[in-house]
């Protein structure tokens, strides 16, 4: 039985359908006991998840043993070996075809699970995603999207690409755009998403000729693909309210995502500490302890863990491979909320349409012969 998102909540339990995600339980720094509670503390709140978890049954079956809530919920596909974070991604191609992450992608090319979550060596990750998933027809190169705590109402913004390729011309840019755009739909149910490419200045000038090229590009794909291009964003920009998808390359992506991070732990770090400086100030501290839980929440990067892999056939989230129970619960939860809108479909034909669109244009604007 088939229903639109927007509905589903409305159905009771027995009408709905059990989405089925692929979980690589080895992948992870904090071992496969965090993977299984955070997998607990989705389930508890998705009653319509269900698991295929990747890895050596004598180590999974006892964790799971614990949690009774999770009995018939999930299957364990027994694989013996583990993509170490050490290992290079040409090495995992060769050698890691009975590791658990190779296994959990394998479960969503052969449609048995709507989505991957794995927690392991992101070149790995993307690698055999690559390789066994194989990118959107029109794809130069994929990328990962991450959504990053905003001042926009609808509270994050979508950035792209942070790390999957520290190259992009000014094609692979607009195709990031696209990407976005799609994950701002359906991520965020943001129905007209305004998309600013990453410069060191807003100025028309500034910036690398692929960056004007790109530019050109994504503003005259606008239109036709229902999104508002607002030109060039600044690095203050990515939690602002200027833009909800932050286009840029891979490199300076990942460089922006670990600033953020560190940022925002040397953040909580130094109120601690200021806190705790005197008698007073502890006092000050107790006064003010439930403003500073909602500060945490709002700041704390593991609420929002989870970088999708965009531009394949498939869906893959990548976990932060020092994610507890609450990042791994994070990246469950944003795979079954893509899964539940059917994101993967509804990228592959978005672009599809730009990239005829795309060449359209091109053959318009071509000298006749």
Excluded at 38 to 46: L, M, T, V
Excluded at 228 to 245: H, K, L, N
Aim: with cysteine; proline share 4%.
């Amino acid at each position: 039985m088939t229903v639109a998102t927007d509905q589903i909540d409305d159905l009771p339990h027995s009408d709905r359908k059990r989405i089925i995600l692929s979980i690589d339980a080895m992948g992870g720094d904090e071992g496969p006991a965090a993977i299984v509670a955070g997998i607990c503390r989705s389930a508890r709140k998705n009653p319509d998840l269900g698991f295929i978890v990747h890895g050596p049954a004598a180590t999974l079956t006892p964790l799971f043993a614990k949690r009774k809530e999770l009995v018939g919920l999930y299957d364990i596909c027994d694989v013996p070996d583990v993509v170490e974070m050490s290992d290079k991604p040409s090495q995992t191609l060769r050698t890691g075809k009975n590791t658990s992450m190779w296994s959990a992608i394998e479960a969503v090319r052969s449609g048995e699970a709507a989505a991957c979550v794995s927690c392991g060596n992101t070149g790995a990750l993307m690698a055999m995603s690559m390789i066994r998933l194989r990118k959107l027809p029109g794809v130069n190169r994929p990328a990962i999207g991450i959504l990053w705590p905003s001042r926009s109402e609808h509270g994050f913004n979508v950035m792209l690409d942070v790390g999957a390729d520290i190259r992009a011309d000014a094609t692979d840019l607009l195709q990031y755009a696209l990407m976005g755009v799609s994950y701002a739909r359906n991520g965020l149910n943001v129905k007209r998403p305004r998309v600013g490419l990453l410069n060191v200045g807003t100025e028309e000038h500034k910036g690398r000729n692929e960056l004007h090229d790109a530019g050109e590009l994504i503003e005259r794909q606008a239109e036709a693909a229902d999104f508002e291009y607002v030109g060039f964003v600044e690095g203050g920009d990515i939690p602002g309210d200027r833009a909800d998808v932050i286009v840029t390359d891979g490199f300076t992506g990942n460089v922006a995502l670990k600033t953020g991070e560190g940022t925002a732990s040397l953040i909580g770090d130094r109120l601690k500490e200021a806190f705790n400086y005197s008698l007073l100030s502890k006092l000050a501290g107790l006064l003010a302890l439930t403003s500073m839980k909602r500060l945490q929440k709002r700041i704390d990067p593991r609420r929002v863990n989870g970088g999708v892999f965009l531009g394949l056939n498939g869906t893959v989230v990548k976990s932060h491979g020092s994610a507890d129970e609450t990042g791994v619960d994070a990246a469950i939860n944003l795979a079954f909320r893509l899964a539940q809108s059917g994101f993967s479909d509804r990228l592959a034909k978005r672009i599809a349409a730009s990239t005829q669109a795309a060449a359209k244009s091109i053959a318009e604007e071509s000298p006749s012969k």
